[in-house]
């Protein structure tokens, strides 16, 4: 795969509709890429913001992390807050730069005040471990809970464990219980593990079974095999199969969740 070059005209950026342009977004990656390195080199923030996770991805052109980070940078220091977030994570990673936790707290911090939930969840995760800032587990609970009102279903996720375990809170299982639910029919797969857990607590073996069977859908290779070591010292023999079941037949590996870039707006000026 070639990266994508600056083989699209700035008239043809200038003429192009926003559905033409929704439509080439959802067409054939390499032809997506083209065009939103176009824009991003014609000074459209959003764009830039959109072609690092590209470049971080390997979405349409080759993965270069390095350029990721670059993108990133040039979105996040004109208020992006997607492109806060992801340089965030870069910070933290290492992605194209010597990972440093505590600038990559900077920039959580900055894309959170920005109203961005995945902003808000790094922030709150970093206060919550002391990762980088000073461990501040009320402080993180605030910023969880602002994630979870919008819909954020990692940060309900770690709501439920600060229920579970008396962070900041009195410990309630009945409470973490309803936010491991919530947060495993919003897709996050320890929020199923989390609640499938609980369930099986309760005796709740069959409900408890079918949320175990949908996390190895998007977890990460590490948390599943962590759930395996769960699964095969289960006295439960539902669940000790399952674990033999995926022992046997693997589930495709997921990468490091990376967190797409919002969609673009192509009604903003471009700035050379």
């Known amino acids: 795969m070639q990266p994508a070059t600056k083989s699209v005209s700035v008239k043809a950026l200038a003429n192009v509709s926003r559905d033409e342009f929704a439509a080439i977004l959802a067409g054939p990656p390499e032809r997506a890429a083209a065009w939103v390195a176009a824009a991003a080199h014609n000074g459209i923030v959003e764009a830039q913001a959109v072609y690092g996770q590209y470049l971080l991805d390997g979405h349409g052109t080759e993965r270069d992390v390095d350029a990721a980070f670059v993108w990133f940078r040039h979105a996040a220091r004109r208020d992006h807050p997607m492109a806060m977030n992801m340089l965030g994570r870069c910070y933290e990673h290492g992605w194209g730069t010597a990972p440093c936790a505590p600038v990559a707290v900077y920039w959580y911090r900055l894309a959170a005040r920005a109203g961005l939930d995945w902003g808000m969840y790094n922030y709150a995760s970093a206060l919550a471990l002391g990762n980088g800032i000073e461990c501040d587990r009320a402080e993180a609970l605030v910023w969880f809970r602002r994630a979870a009102d919008l819909g954020h279903a990692k940060s309900l996720n770690f709501i439920g464990s600060f229920y579970e375990d008396g ?55 590490a948390f599943i095999a962590k759930m395996r070591g769960w699964l095969a010292a289960s006295p439960v023999n539902a669940f000790r199969a399952l674990e033999r079941s995926l022992a046997e037949n693997p589930p495709p590996l997921q990468q490091l969740a990376t967190r797409p870039a919002a969609a673009m707006n192509f009604t903003q000026e471009s700035h050379s």
């Open 167 to 221: 962070w900041s809170v009195e410990a309630d299982a009945e409470v973490a219980l309803g936010y491991y639910r919530r947060a495993a029919e919003g897709g996050d797969f320890r929020g199923q593990f989390n609640y499938a857990r609980l369930l099986a607590e309760r005796g709740e073996i069959g409900e408890a079974l079918q949320w175990l069977q949908r996390v190895p859908r998007t977890a990460t290779a």
